[in-house]
């Protein structure tokens, strides 16, 4: 595998790091519900919120801890270990297709963050049987695509949230 799956474990750190917010709502110290910034209108931060409370979060979490699992086995190349996580992080992400639409404009990028995540999975698992290069260098980009939007739709949680 190339050196370039190696800026996935900085991308993957970085987007934990600045996921926590998009956890469930927690009330404030009062034990009253936190209240929303006013950057986000509240239909949207109450979308989101919801969102985030059916299961929302816990796809989001998902898809990181898959993610995580495919670097670790790719940095040094693991095969048998990507025949392992590349199919249950391919499973992870059609679950996550067929599951509620993420509210708002954040939702179309959460869409294509998706569809570039699943390529990269069906990436990964064709080089781990095949040990095939270009499928690996595929495996790569898509990801590299799949993070970035999957930020986006980080910033656009954080600011309806008001995080």
Same mark, same amino acid.
């Given at each position: 595998?190339?050196?370039?799956?190696?800026?996935?474990?900085?991308?993957?750190?970085?987007?934990?790091?600045?996921l926590t917010a998009c956890g469930s709502?927690k009330p404030a110290a009062?034990?009253?519900?936190?209240?929303?910034?006013?950057? $986000?209108?509240?239909?949207?931060?109450?979308?989101?919120?919801?969102?985030?409370?059916?299961?929302?979060?816990?796809?989001?979490?998902?898809?990181?801890?898959?993610?995580?699992?495919?670097?670790?086995?790719?940095?040094?190349?693991?095969?048998?270990?990507?025949?392992?996580?590349?199919?249950?992080?391919?499973?992870?992400?059609?679950?996550?297709?067929?599951?509620?639409?993420?509210?708002?404009?954040?939702?179309?990028?959460?869409?294509?963050?998706?569809?570039?995540?699943?390529?990269?999975?069906?990436?990964?698992?064709? $080089?781990?049987?095949?040990?095939?290069?270009?499928?690996?260098?595929?495996?790569?980009?898509?990801?590299?695509?799949?993070?970035?939007?999957?930020?986006?739709?980080?910033?656009?949680?954080?600011?309806?949230?008001?995080?």
């Amino acid at each position: 595998m190339t050196s370039r799956a190696a800026t996935i474990p900085a991308c993957l750190a970085l987007l934990a790091l600045t996921l926590t917010a998009c956890g469930s709502t927690k009330p404030a110290a009062d034990g009253k519900a936190a209240t929303p910034a006013p950057s $986000g209108s509240k239909d949207t931060t109450q979308e989101f919120r919801d969102w985030a409370d059916s299961g929302g979060s816990d796809t989001l979490d998902t898809i990181l801890t898959d993610l995580a699992a495919v670097q670790e086995a790719s940095n040094p190349a693991d095969l048998v270990a990507l025949r392992k996580s590349c199919p249950t992080m391919t499973a992870n992400l059609e679950v996550a297709k067929r599951g509620d639409t993420m509210p708002g404009p954040a939702g179309q990028r959460w869409t294509l963050a998706l569809e570039h995540l699943a390529a990269s999975a069906a990436a990964c698992s064709e $080089g781990a049987v095949s040990g095939d290069q270009a499928a690996f260098d595929l495996m790569a980009s898509e990801m590299d695509i799949g993070i970035s939007h999957i930020t986006a739709v980080n910033k656009h949680l954080n600011e309806a949230l008001g995080s």
